[in-house]
C-alpha cells in the first residue's frame, strides 16, 4: 500500500515540476553527492569517494546530453563549457584527492543552479 502511495506521489511530483526545477533537482543531487565525496576523502574511504564523484559526473553528464545547440544557441553552447569544466576538474579532484577542486565546483553548480532557479520563479509569476 505504502508504495504505491509513494510512487503515486512521485509520479505527480514529476508531472508538475517545471523543466526548470527539475534541472535545479540535479544541480542539488550533484552538489549533494560532491558534499559527500568530500566527507569520504576525509575519512580516507576513497572507494565511496569515487562513488559519489561518478554520480555527481554522471548528472552533469545527463544535464550536458539534455542540452538543445539549435534551440540553446549560445546558452547551451556556454553551458557546455561549463558542464566540461566542471567534468574535468571533478576527474582531477578524484585523481588528487583535491577537496578545495571540489569546492571550486560545487560553487559553480550552486551559481548556476541559483540562475535556473530564478528563471524558474520569474516563468512562474509571468503564468
Avoid: P, W
Avoid at 511530483?13 to 543531487?29: F, G, N, P
Amino acid at each position: 500500500m505504502y508504495s504505491n502511495a509513494a510512487r503515486a506521489y512521485f509520479q505527480t511530483k514529476v508531472k508538475t515540476t517545471t523543466k526548470e526545477d527539475l534541472v535545479v533537482q540535479l544541480y542539488e543531487a550533484a552538489i549533494k553527492f560532491l558534499e559527500q565525496a568530500k566527507e569520504r576523502i576525509r575519512e580516507k574511504d576513497y572507494i565511496a569517494k569515487g562513488e559519489r564523484i561518478d554520480r555527481a559526473l554522471m548528472i552533469i553528464g545527463e544535464l550536458n546530453s539534455s542540452l538543445n545547440a539549435e534551440k540553446g544557441g549560445e546558452v547551451a553552447k556556454n553551458l557546455h563549457a561549463f558542464y566540461a569544466s566542471c567534468q574535468a576538474r571533478l576527474l582531477m579532484a578524484s585523481l588528487k584527492l583535491d577537496i578545495e577542486k571540489i569546492d571550486e565546483v560545487i560553487n559553480m553548480l550552486r551559481q548556476v543552479s541559483s540562475a535556473f532557479a530564478e528563471v524558474s520563479r520569474n516563468q512562474k509569476h509571468l503564468q
